[in-house]
């Protein structure tokens, strides 16, 4: 009896050294691992933004997505400070872009690849006007900047990469001599044509013959507004053979409507047209651009009567009321 108690203690000290050993063996591990980490060269890179003469309002930060372009690499996407951080990237050639991420109207869509993310805005809706379901909203202030050739090795200490975006979005103004103008309650205007979408892999815009959105009023004797975009498009299955038109609803003071349609090709055409797809930085466009039509360029809005405006129920003349008596209501 004596020896089998022996032994089953004997038994209990082997397992439980068995159990101590084994379960310091993670931690070990862990220790030997983090040391090889700590000893394994930095990968990544440090971004540096400069902003001077892009913008006077520095947006909130940016998103910065790499693209592998080989095996080696995977893609990082992460969102830095607007001056820039690091941003820690596996060794390889990557392609990238950068972006700011605060903007209300541009979305930012096809991300998946440097081949296809591509920044558009929506579509017109809570105006409650039905001339404006089919068109698009101009694009908010948006910055941007494609590298299409990184590399990151491995290094003791992460390279600095320093780099500029540029504003991509352009506001355009225009006012249109109009004759009639009292006979004018308001105007819904859109422009076709232009690039209602940035292809940001290929730094171009995009025209997709959607409508864009114009802001419109009336002037002194002109019908006068503006839109965004962005800019003269470089891609679209027919770029020589696009016409930019500025089109007009005009809502007469009657109710009814007349449409104007002015074209503005040649004058929206920028003065150096021939940059291909991705060069955008040798001639970038000024943030605003007055659109200048020929002197002769003018809308006559048809003449319709003016409704009284007294509308119905009883006139306001009173002259002829006799003279005033006080009358007492029975109460109840």
């Given at each position: 009896?004596?020896?089998?108690?022996?032994?089953?203690?004997?038994?209990?000290?082997?397992?439980?050294?068995?159990?101590?050993?084994?379960?310091?063996?993670?931690?070990?591990?862990?220790?030997?691992?983090?040391t090889l980490?700590?000893?394994?060269?930095?990968?990544?890179?440090?971004?540096?933004?400069?902003?001077?003469?892009?913008?006077?309002?520095?947006?909130?930060?940016?998103?910065?997505?790499?693209?592998?372009?080989?095996?080696?690499?995977?893609?990082?996407?992460?969102?830095?400070p607007v001056?820039?951080?690091?941003?820690?990237?596996?060794?390889?050639?990557?392609?990238?872009?950068?972006?700011?991420?605060?903007?209300?109207?541009?979305?930012?869509?096809?991300?998946?690849?440097?081949?296809?993310?591509?920044?558009?805005?929506?579509?017109?809706?809570?105006?409650?006007?039905?001339?404006?379901?089919?068109?698009?909203w101009g694009?908010?202030?948006?910055?941007?900047?494609?590298?299409?050739?990184?590399?990151?090795?491995?290094?003791?200490?992460?390279?600095?990469?320093?780099?500029?975006?540029?504003?991509?979005?352009?506001?355009?103004?225009?006012?249109?001599?109009?004759?009639?103008?009292?006979?004018?309650?308001?105007?819904?205007?859109?422009?076709?044509?232009?690039?209602?979408?940035?292809?940001?892999?290929?730094?171009?815009?995009?025209?997709?013959?959607?409508?864009?959105?114009?802001?419109?009023?009336?002037?002194?004797?002109?019908?006068?507004?503006?839109?965004?975009?962005?800019?003269?498009?470089?891609?679209?299955?027919?770029?020589?053979?696009?016409?930019?038109?500025?089109?007009?609803?005009?809502?007469?003071?009657?109710?009814?409507?007349?449409?104007?349609?002015?074209?503005?090709?040649?004058?929206?055409?920028?003065?150096?047209?021939?940059?291909?797809?991705?060069?955008?930085?040798?001639?970038?466009?000024?943030?605003?651009?007055?659109?200048?039509?020929?002197?002769?360029?003018?809308?006559?809005?048809?003449?319709?009567?003016?409704?009284?405006?007294?509308?119905?129920?009883?006139?306001?003349?009173?002259?002829?009321?006799?003279?005033?008596?006080?009358?007492?209501?029975?109460?109840?």
């Open positions: 009896m004596v020896d089998n108690e022996e032994e089953r203690k004997n038994m209990k000290r082997a397992r439980y050294l068995f159990l101590v050993l084994f379960s310091s063996l993670p931690v070990m591990w862990g220790c030997s691992r983090r980490l700590d000893d394994y060269p930095v990968t990544g890179i440090n971004i540096s933004l400069n902003w001077e003469g892009v913008t006077d309002h520095l947006p909130e930060g940016v998103r910065v997505i790499f693209y592998p372009k080989d095996d080696q690499g995977r893609k990082i996407d992460t969102y830095l001056k820039g951080g690091e941003v820690k990237v596996p060794p390889g050639h990557y392609s990238a872009v950068i972006y700011n991420y605060d903007t209300e109207v541009v979305q930012v869509k096809d991300e998946g690849s440097y081949e296809t993310i591509m920044a558009c805005t929506g579509n017109c809706t809570g105006l409650g006007i039905s001339e404006t379901e089919n068109m698009v694009p908010d202030a948006f910055y941007m900047l494609s590298l299409n050739d990184v590399e990151v090795g491995k290094e003791n200490e992460l390279p600095m990469l320093k780099v500029k975006l540029k504003a991509v979005v352009t506001t355009y103004t225009f006012a249109i001599k109009t004759e009639g103008l009292k006979n004018v309650a308001s105007v819904i205007g859109s422009v076709s044509g232009m690039a209602e979408c940035y292809h940001l892999g290929k730094d171009a815009g995009v025209c997709r013959f959607a409508p864009i959105y114009c802001e419109t009023g009336k002037g002194d004797g002109v019908i006068k507004g503006s839109f965004t975009c962005f800019g003269h498009p470089k891609l679209t299955q027919a770029r020589a053979d696009i016409a930019r038109f500025l089109e007009l609803i005009i809502v007469r003071v009657d109710g009814s409507k007349q449409e104007a349609k002015v074209e503005i090709t040649e004058a929206v055409r920028p003065p150096d047209d021939g940059d291909e797809p991705g060069e955008g930085d040798h001639n970038p466009q000024p943030p605003e651009i007055e659109i200048k039509l020929p002197e002769d360029e003018k809308i006559v809005v048809d003449d319709v009567e003016v409704p009284p405006s007294g509308g119905g129920g009883i006139g306001g003349n009173v002259d002829n009321w006799e003279n005033e008596e006080d009358v007492i209501l029975p109460v109840n």
